[in-house]
């Protein structure tokens, strides 16, 4: 059974915008507000986009400025706003949540304990 389901994934041509979102299947997983989106473009490592860790909010140097990301708890949700879409961008877009306190390093994979089974942004010229 999925804990984490994203969706909003699609194809786009660069300069459009997209919306992530992830929805966890309970309460339990948002509480600690440890949750991140990763990606993982073709023949490349998965790497950290974003993420809500520790008391603060956290980029890639690469998206700041461009995508937003936000927890709403009362809803299980978590979304990735994505502006200014590139063709860089293109990849497929994970959201992933630790649900216990602790953790130091926002984009380390290990540091979460829940993932979603990815949603594929596509970026056209």
């Known amino acids: 059974q999925a804990q984490l389901v994203e969706s909003g994934g699609g194809s786009v041509q660069a300069g459009g915008s997209l919306r992530l979102s992830c929805v966890a299947s309970y309460s339990g997983i948002f509480n600690a507000y440890r949750v991140a989106w990763f990606r993982q473009a073709p023949g490349k490592e998965r790497e950290g986009v974003a993420a809500?860790?520790?008391?603060?909010?956290y980029y890639n140097d690469s998206v700041k400025g461009r995508f937003t990301i936000s927890l709403d708890t009362d809803k299980n949700t978590m979304y990735l706003q994505m502006n200014n879409l590139q063709l860089e961008d293109t990849a497929v877009y994970y959201c992933?949540?630790?649900?216990?306190?602790?953790?130091?390093?926002?984009?380390?994979?290990?540091?979460?304990?829940?993932w979603g089974q990815g949603t594929q942004v596509a970026v056209s010229s």
């Open positions: 992933a949540a630790r649900s216990t306190w602790g953790g130091e390093i926002w984009y380390r994979e290990s540091e979460y304990n829940y």
């Open positions: 809500i860790f520790v008391g603060s909010t």
